[in-house]
């Protein structure tokens, strides 16, 4: 379901990682409830090996459940629940390494879902990464019909 400006900027977050995402998705999480989000989550609690497509499938089954919540990913590299996780036709998750791409992502793509990798980002930059895509909004305009071609 595409966000709209009367949605956005979110309350609500849901992350989710794999076992090589949760070093990264804790603090992230953290900063979150510290800022006044709502969060949820979704696992995993600990570096004990998982698979990511399974995280993927509870985080897009909750986001379809309750559209207006945004969605935060967190693997490895995140490939690998990026691509579990676009599957998916409602969710339009995007696999960023710096507040550019974070801040496009939403502002061209509407994005829905923020995918980082623990191994490719560190925390300051995976920090700088959320404040941009939750500070964005979706463009509209020349963006919408691309979008709206997504699915």
């Known amino acids: 379901m595409p966000r709209t400006q ?5 309350k609500k977050l849901v992350f989710a990682s794999d076992h090589a995402g949760f070093p990264l998705k804790k603090p992230l999480l953290d900063w979150a409830v510290e800022n ?3 969060v949820l989550d979704l696992g995993a609690d600990d570096s004990q090996s998982v698979d990511y497509p399974d995280f993927a499938d509870l985080l897009a089954k ?3 459940e309750n559209p207006d919540t945004t969605g935060v990913l967190v ?5 690998g629940i990026s691509i579990a996780a676009n599957r998916h036709p409602h969710i339009r998750a995007a696999l960023c390494h710096d507040v550019t791409t974070s801040r496009l992502c939403k ?3 509407d994005a829905n879902v923020l995918v980082l990798g623990s191994r490719t980002v560190g925390l300051e930059t995976g920090l700088d990464c959320l404040r ?6 979706f463009g509209g305009g020349r963006h919408e019909g ?6």
């Open 6 to 10: 009367a949605n956005w900027p979110p």
């Open 36 to 38: 006044g989000y709502e």
């Open 62 to 64: 909750y986001l379809n």
């Open 75 to 79: 693997c490895g590299t995140g490939i």
């Open 107 to 109: 502002e061209h793509n």
């Open 132 to 137: 941009a895509f939750l500070g964005a909004s």
């Open 146 to 151: 691309r979008v709206a071609k997504l699915g």
